[in-house]
């Protein structure tokens, strides 16, 4: 019913949900080629009691990239709005494929809260069970939250840079194959196509059975271990704009490494600029 501290079940938090140092997220977000509204389908429906975080909303508005980490002065005054903080048990899930619930369970992470679970499945198999949901509207209590960036979890354009010549990290790139290859364009308008170089590709959906609950343990080190991941060396996990790149971090943690770190531009920074080395074709 749980998988280390990092995933839950729907029937674990059934049966939990109640708790009171339980909290329950809505942090659906999709990609611009989706049309769809995350909040707008919140409040039509949502798990009883869960509160809406969105990733857009809560990030750096300093920089023209899509939801880049904010200060954690600001992540901590509207987690603290949402009733998410220091003492309670964070439970995240969304109406996708599990990407943008990692996307959050990475930013609590980074920001110093361990204490947070993705829902193995998400909104789609809380459904299919025919658990409730509702369109109440949700007040929370706000309550204080500590909030320190740990560093050792986030990597920006420089440190992948110098990366490339020094070799200290491997390389995770979650996109399509298409895409990392160059083969297939960009989902967002002017960006080259390719890959770092030195960068391995896996997807992040073939860690997902087709119910689109996250594969057996087994599987994920043996997914790895096929595309050369040395789980006793460090990762760097990077994707289209830092999301599913979250997902190959949760992926990891369930196989107990814990060196892992997410490069926040990703492609779209990466991608974007003309002073970075690109390589196309298969790694």
């Known amino acids: 019913m749980t998988r280390g501290k990092s995933l839950v079940s729907t029937r674990w938090l059934a049966d939990n949900m109640a708790a009171p140092d339980i909290r329950i997220v809505d942090g659906s977000w999709y990609l611009p080629t989706e049309g769809r509204d995350p909040e707008a389908e919140y409040a039509e429906r949502h798990i009883h009691g869960a509160v809406f975080f969105d990733i857009d909303g809560i ?9 880049m980490l904010p200060s954690p002065e ?22 996708g494929n599990m990407m943008a ?11 110093g809260h361990e204490d947070i679970a993705v829902l193995d499945g998400g909104l789609a198999k809380w459904l299919s ?46 996109r399509g194959a298409g895409r990392f290859t160059g083969e297939e364009p960009e989902i967002r308008p002017g960006l080259r196509g390719g890959h770092i170089p030195g960068s391995r590709n896996l997807p992040y959906s073939s860690l997902l059975n087709d119910d689109a609950t996250v594969k ?38 369930l196989i107990g490494v814990r060196k892992v770190a997410v490069y926040d ?3 779209t920074e990466w991608g974007g600029r003309d002073d970075t080395p690109v390589e196309t074709g298969p790694a």
């Open 59 to 67: 990030s750096d508005d300093r920089t023209d990239l899509p939801h």
């Open 74 to 95: 600001t992540f901590s005054g509207r987690a603290r709005k949402l009733g998410l903080g220091d003492g309670v048990r964070v439970v995240v899930y969304d109406g």
């Open 101 to 111: 619930a990692a996307r959050v369970w990475w930013m609590f992470r980074v920001f």
């Open 129 to 174: 069970e025919e658990r409730p949901v509702d369109d109440e509207p949700v007040i929370p209590r706000e309550r204080h939250l500590t909030a320190r960036t740990n560093s050792l979890l986030v990597r920006d354009r420089r440190q992948m840079l110098a990366n490339i010549a020094g070799g200290r990290e491997q390389v995770v790139d979650a």
């Open 216 to 253: 057996p343990d087994d599987a994920i080190r043996a997914t790895f271990a096929d595309l050369g991941v040395d789980p006793s060396k460090p990762v760097a996990a990077t994707c289209g704009s830092g999301v599913s790149a979250c997902f190959l971090a949760l992926a990891l943690d």
């Open 265 to 267: 531009g990703s492609w």
